[in-house]
């Protein structure tokens, strides 16, 4: 099966959710007002937020008045218009500059992200990068040997300290590490919750100036790791990290276990951060470059 397959498949429960209700609103019943609140509702629901919501629905409002809309398929060929415009193109996950290319995943625990680190160092060795993981969540010993899992499995390299340790120290150290061996890439895993040493957000807002110091201008990219299957939930944790961190990219996961995949146009319409890389899957291979394009041809065809 293709990715777009994979795809198409991983989005059954958001199409269900989202554009299987869209044309039930509108069969039979006229273009008015009732069925179009009806229709912002139900983009609500969907999770793709309520100020996008409200701006879809006014330009399909507007076509009504103009004679536009006379029928259900032309209202569904606008709304793929509008939320295809409203995504825009794609912004990929690409190493730049001198290296190694530093990026800072960060993200709250159970998100996947330690999972999705080892699935991106995997496609990075693919790609023909050297890869080295800096576990840099040293407060659960779990994710260190789940990250050292990965590396292994993608034969990427490992620095780690023990449980407990500063994971800015951990930081430093495997950037050091990775500049003295000519490692192509680092990718830093983080802690995920607020523990007893200090805030999480401080212990970022850290990691982050210490990564500057280890080599000036990283991390190059600090990507956001959320769960779709929480909704808005995951809007707030974006809004929060990125007032924190500065997060330049989402990876948005679990995509497939969700009718909320409109988290992705909330994302873009209210923060402007672009989604990177998609998960529709538990293979290694259901990492996936985030295609706009492709996403909304996925929910609508």
Known sequence: MGFFERLKQGLTKTKQGFVEKV??????????????????ETLILADIGATCASE????????????????AGAVKDVLKQELSSLLGFGQKLVPFGDKPFVILAVGVNGVGKTTTIGKLASRFRDQGYSVLLAAGDTFRAAAIEQLEIWGKRAHAQLVKHQRGSDPSAVVFDAIEAARARGIDIVIIDTAGRLHTKSPLMEELKKIRRVCDKALRGAPHEVLLVVDATNGQNALRQAEIFHETVGVTGIALTKLDGTAKGGIVFAIKKELNIPVKLIGVGEGIDDLQDFEPQDFVKALFD
């Not at 044309?23 to 912002?40: R, S, V």
């Not at 879809?56 to 029928?71: N, Q, T, Y």
């Open 23 to 40: 044309e039930a609103i509108f069969q039979g019943k006229p273009i008015d007002d009732e069925t179009l609140e009806e229709l912002e």
């Open 56 to 71: 879809v629905v006014d330009h399909l409002r507007a076509k009504a008045r103009k004679g536009e809309l006379s029928e």
